[in-house]
């Protein structure tokens, strides 16, 4: 019984912990490859607030959602830097798809972690994009491959 009873809470509070964990970590669900961003393509982008940006690449509309505040995000001189994670760079061609090791930049603010990518419809596009801090075009976008 003795050692019963410590092998017992010992389960429980590993348990309580998983659980904990479960809760605070959403999962994650990328986008197919042919539904996720081609940085290539991207005509117009806006921060909305330091943790969410949208991004139109033609018909396509996506919500990019942060892992944490990114103040500086979007700020002069303009532009938004999506790197994928090494994996996309060479296999899918650099898209962005809401993996893990995914992230977006300006020039004075430091690689920000994805946390999801989703598209999102004209309407919701509309309504977040009236709502922006910056914005910009996709003509800030590097025309190369970055180097990972």
Avoid at 15 to 41: F, N, W
Avoid at 52 to 66: D, S
Wanted: aromatic residues 4%.
């Amino acid at each position: 019984m003795k050692t019963i009873l410590p092998t017992l809470l010992l389960a429980l509070a590993v348990g309580v912990g998983a659980a904990q964990a479960a809760q605070t970590a959403p999962a994650r669900s990328p986008l197919h490859t042919a539904d996720c961003i081609d940085t290539t393509q991207i005509n117009e982008w806006h921060v909305v607030d330091a943790r969410t940006a949208i991004v139109r690449t033609g018909p396509k509309r996506y919500l990019v959602t942060l892992q944490n505040d990114c103040p500086r995000l979007g700020t002069p001189p303009p532009g938004l830097i999506f790197r994928a994670n090494p994996s996309n760079a060479v296999v899918n061609r650099g898209r962005i798809c809401g993996e893990v090791g995914e992230t977006v930049h300006s020039r004075y603010q430091p690689p920000c972690a994805i946390q999801s990518v989703s598209k999102i419809d004209k309407e919701r596009f509309d309504r977040l994009s009236a709502r922006a801090m910056r914005h910009g075009s996709g003509a800030e976008q590097p025309t190369t491959m970055p180097a990972h």
